[in-house]
């Protein structure tokens, strides 16, 4: 079905990031001119919600390479059995062994900002979705858009971040982690550790499709800003995750089992609240889409 198509509806989700695709049935292949407009709309939007698919995991890992080469996640523990491509994002426990990361975006992140080459794009389905007692969603996530958090800058700290590098750091979001009391997943191997050293990105980055700028440091990785004391790049860094996590540039999802959620990584940020205990059960799948050297 071609976006073209009446019974395709685009419905923003706020006045900045995020929409919401109705009329799309991702269980049954599309034509060029459909995956074409999902690409058009994603990077508009920077997350696209399709609400009700029916999506066994070969069929997510289809529709997840409509957007490019899918990384295999280095927590191969937790992966979707016969799916290397999906990552278990979960909270259940399945014969005294965790099957997903249970701590998974827990500080506001773009996802593995701590690679050279980070994901560009990441694909959410909801299997089970835990829920309080009248029934409410529990567990939702929130979007940021940092095009629109940078834009909003004055034209005077844009052009002193243009010429920054910040450190995003595996080690120092899993400490970080530790010391807030969230982590809550499997200790890295050694070869683990190995394949995740510190690196360097632009503080702001530029959108390689459409050419808009965004902020680039996250409270989740982000460890310091390069060439400055620590005392200064530290402030510096607060003040921009408190400048990012602003109403005016947020979108909240409640989850529904069926949603698929698609977001563009170099123009958002997000967070996973954790609001839900252990017995009730949330489970998801993640693909993740590998990007090239921002800059």
Do not use: I, K, M, R
């Given at each position: 079905m071609a976006i073209a198509d009446p019974a395709v509806e685009i419905r923003p989700l706020s006045p900045v990031v995020g929409a919401e695709l109705k009329g799309y049935d991702l269980s049954v292949p599309l034509d060029e001119r459909a995956v074409q407009a999902l690409r058009d709309?994603?990077?508009r939007h920077a997350v696209l919600l399709l609400r009700g698919q029916q999506l066994p995991p070969a069929r997510q890992v289809e529709i997840s390479r409509l957007f490019g080469d899918l990384r295999t996640s280095f927590y191969n523990q937790y992966a979707v059995p016969g799916q290397p491509e999906l990552t278990v994002v979960s909270n259940i426990v399945e014969n005294g062994r965790a099957v997903g990361i249970?701590?998974?975006?827990?500080?506001?992140?773009?996802d593995a900002s701590y690679l050279d080459t980070p994901d560009m794009y990441t694909q959410l389905y909801a299997v089970e979705i835990p829920r309080d007692d009248q029934g409410a969603p529990l567990g939702d996530t929130l979007f940021v858009s940092t095009a629109a958090a940078y834009e909003a800058l004055p034209s005077d700290m844009q052009q002193r971040l243009l010429s920054l590098r910040a450190v995003h750091?595996?080690?120092h979001h899993l400490a970080k982690k530790d010391a807030k009391g969230q982590l809550k997943r499997a200790p890295l191997t050694a070869e683990q550790k190995a394949r995740t050293p510190d690196v360097s990105h632009p503080v702001v980055r530029t959108h390689p499709v459409t050419g808009r700028k965004s902020l680039f440091v996250t409270e989740g990785h982000t460890a310091r800003i390069e060439g400055l004391p620590a005392d200064e790049s530290q402030a510096l860094l607060d003040f921009l995750w408190e400048h990012v996590k602003q109403p005016r540039f947020m979108y909240r999802h409640k989850w529904a089992e069926g949603d698929l959620?698609?977001?563009?990584?170099?123009?958002?940020?997000h967070l996973a609240t954790m609001d839900y205990a252990p017995h009730q059960r949330r489970r998801l799948y993640r693909a993740g889409v590998a990007g090239?050297?921002?800059?």
């Open positions: 709309a994603l990077h249970v701590d998974a975006g827990s500080l506001w992140h773009t750091s595996f080690q959620l698609v977001w563009d990584n170099c123009s958002t940020q090239g050297v921002p800059f």
